[in-house]
């Protein structure tokens, strides 16, 4: 059995970093107000919400066809195309092409697929040197942390820790820890390894079965580096990235970088359909649990997910929580409905690290459900009997109270006439996470049914 | 059987019930752009983009932006016949040989007003790394073969006809540090768009 996460002691030691806490709250939500500013920019954003939604749930309901066009197409490219059932064959696959090129080093882009199948730590064991040449990337890899968000990987740390970790990788000057000299410094570092790169690997945000290609998108220009140097270029794909026709595109990346960072496109939309004269291209297209979830008539609208980040920007639990508490390779309301269906035990938690705001589901550009997936692998974790012993004692109490209006009214008195005597450690406690980080509120003279049944049943 | 045929055979077993049609035409109603010339809509989202451009009247001002824009520049590698460069290019070249590329000039044949992003293909780069690895870009563009919408540009567009094609929208940029935007991350440090029709060489 998998040991659970614990999303709430990860969270708390980022809420106990004071200023990261802040900084990234302020940070994250100044994403999503972007976000608003660009959509109100495109007054025909609903529409495009709704066709997104449709094109995917089309795809997702004949992607065996999709599949099978897309290989037919891409190969005609001269692409290679192989297949993988999991994260471990993923892995095998690439390692196979890496060694029958001789490669030593790689330099890739960000690919959440290839954090998904554990692929950098899998290569660097058997002797291949891997460098992640985005810029928030290379920071998390140079931490030996994960990505705490699919757009900004390190969104969760203050320039005075890039500093640091710079500092000590690329002998910058500790003390200095103006952006723009870092980000500068990572530049001058990173050029001589996009030169020795004997290969560059890429993900991919969308693969189009029409025309046998795929799309990458990037701000820094770092795919398009990895793949024109090097004679030799992989891609991982997801099984869900695929889309049918060129024309598509048009919708989904009128929508991603609105959707993310409230810019109208990334920087880079690279489309790549076969190898660059003189070189060589591959694509995994990788399972990975993915055909088992569009199975499930609860889970599988998530599949249809383009991987913007907005439902995280959105996130009141994300936003002070970080990214890094979730513990798991996808973070967010999105992770919340992903991480689960890798592996139950291991994040049975993470489905309580919610608010059920909903405002994820409004913000998603695809119109996944997200909330409503939340409370349901909620539901799953009770009916599989992984509920924590704190949660179960309360439900079953507040069960018992919320079926009895009686004792529900008795325990309302109660609780209005002891609270403001109540000492504080008896309210302020280890055994009530709710007391950290948080007063409660003065209680009100009556409750709502005294003042209720005082002002509204005489005059009905 | 091989990975392959499971997956498939998976994905079909799970396929979702009922099936969704796909919607016949992803060209979205939208709303006519109104007040504002498609060139300066072009002009201002490159800008908000991080990009600049500038209307040139001829072959003659087009070099001397260049020159005035890069007055510095030692290696400026054009495949353009507007611009006369100082490094030549050929689709032979190993494209590490571009590490040394102050200034790359090519031609985009569209341009998309919504995005400020310029079309490039591998036709239009001779070697793609030039994109990427120059440490400024300039792009010639033809004010008339601006397009409104990426629903647009993709209409004109045979993604099947190069190898590689990219929207590069002002230059390489970066929030990954507390979300300060800098440019340069890793590609060109500057996008120029000059605002040029082609030059006719007739005869």
Not at chain 1, 23 to 48: I, S
Not at chain 1, 356 to 366: D, F, I, R, Y
Not at chain 2, 79 to 93: D, M
Not at chain 2, 194 to 202: E, N, Q, T
Request: aromatic share 6%.
């Amino acid at each position: 059995m998998s040991r659970p996460v614990d999303p709430e002691g990860l969270a708390a030691r980022f809420i106990d970093l004071e200023k990261h806490e802040t900084t990234h709250d302020r940070q994250v939500w100044g994403m999503r107000q972007n976000r608003d500013k660009a959509v109100a920019d495109v007054p025909e954003w609903a529409n495009l919400r709704e066709l997104a939604s449709q094109i995917k749930e089309h795809t997702l309901t004949h992607l065996d066809q999709y599949l099978e066009q897309f290989e037919q197409n891409a190969t005609k490219h001269g692409t290679h195309v192989h297949w993988a059932c999991d994260a471990e064959e993923h892995n095998t696959l690439v390692h196979d092409i890496l060694q029958a090129h001789g490669v030593k080093s790689l330099i890739k882009s960000k690919s959440m697929l290839q954090e998904e199948c554990g692929m950098t730590p899998y290569l660097q064991k058997r002797g291949i040197e891997v460098t992640e040449s985005d810029l928030g990337e290379r920071i998390q890899q140079l931490s030996n942390e994960p990505p705490s968000h699919i757009v900004v990987p390190a969104v969760h740390k203050l320039r005075s820790d890039v500093a640091a970790i710079f500092a000590k990788d690329i002998g910058t000057d500790p003390k200095d820890s103006d952006p723009h000299h870092l980000t500068e410094a990572m530049r001058q570092a990173a050029r001589p390894r996009f030169m020795a790169a004997d290969a560059g690997m890429t993900g991919a945000n969308f693969a189009v079965a029409e025309t046998g290609g795929f799309v990458v998108c990037t701000n820094e220009g770092n795919a398009d580096m990895g793949a024109s140097l090097p004679p030799l270029q992989i891609a991982s794909i997801g099984v869900e990235k695929l889309i049918p026709r060129a024309q598509d595109l048009g919708v989904f990346i009128r929508m991603l970088s609105r959707s993310a960072l409230g810019s109208p496109i990334t920087q880079f939309t690279s489309h790549f359909h076969g190898p660059r004269r003189g070189g060589e291209l591959h694509v995994v297209l990788v399972d990975n649990t993915r055909s088992e979830r569009l199975g499930s008539a609860d889970f599988w609208h998530a599949l249809k997910c383009i991987r913007c980040g907005a439902c995280m920007n959105t996130c009141p639990v994300y936003r002070r929580a970080g990214g890094l508490s979730y513990g798991a390779t996808y973070s967010g309301p999105i992770g919340v409905i992903l991480d689960p269906g890798f592996n139950l035990e291991k994040y049975r938690e993470i489905p309580f690290h919610s608010s059920l705001c909903g405002s994820c589901s409004e913000v998603c550009p695809v119109k996944i459900d997200i909330a409503d997936q939340i409370y349901k692998w909620r539901r799953v974790v009770a009916e599989k009997g992984l509920l924590k012993l704190s949660k179960k004692v309360g439900m079953s109490a507040i069960g018992v109270v919320l079926s009895q209006p009686k004792l529900f009214h008795a325990g309302e008195s109660v609780v209005e006439q002891t609270l403001p005597h109540m000492p504080r450690f008896l309210l302020y406690n280890q055994l009530n996470p709710w007391g950290k980080h948080r007063e409660v509120p003065a209680a009100p003279g009556q409750t709502f049914r005294q003042w209720y049944l005082k002002n509204r049943r005489k005059n009905p | 059987m091989s990975s392959r045929d499971i997956i498939l055979a998976s994905v079909r077993n799970n396929l979702p019930q009922p099936a969704v049609p796909l919607p016949e035409n992803p060209e979205v109603q939208r709303s006519p752009h109104v007040g504002e010339p498609i060139l300066a809509y072009f002009q201002r989202e490159l800008e908000a983009m991080g990009g600049r451009s500038f209307e040139v009247a001829d072959t003659t001002a087009a070099q001397a932006k260049v020159a005035e824009l890069f007055p510095t520049a030692k290696v400026i590698c054009s495949v353009v016949p507007e611009v006369p460069g100082t490094k030549q290019l050929e689709a032979a070249l190993d494209p590490h040989d571009l590490n040394d590329v102050d200034v790359g000039v090519v031609r985009s044949r569209i341009g998309v007003a919504e995005a400020g992003a310029v079309w490039l293909t591998e036709a239009d780069l001779v070697v793609n790394a030039l994109g990427v690895l120059s440490q400024h870009l300039v792009v010639l563009l033809d004010p008339a073969a601006i397009v409104e919408t990426m629903h647009d540009a993709y209409g004109q567009i045979d993604l099947t006809a190069s190898s590689y094609g990219v929207f590069m929208a002002g230059p390489s940029a970066t929030g990954d540090i507390e979300g300060v935007i800098i440019h340069g991350a890793q590609g060109a440090r500057s996008m120029t768009v000059l605002l040029l029709a082609p030059k006719r060489f007739d005869g």
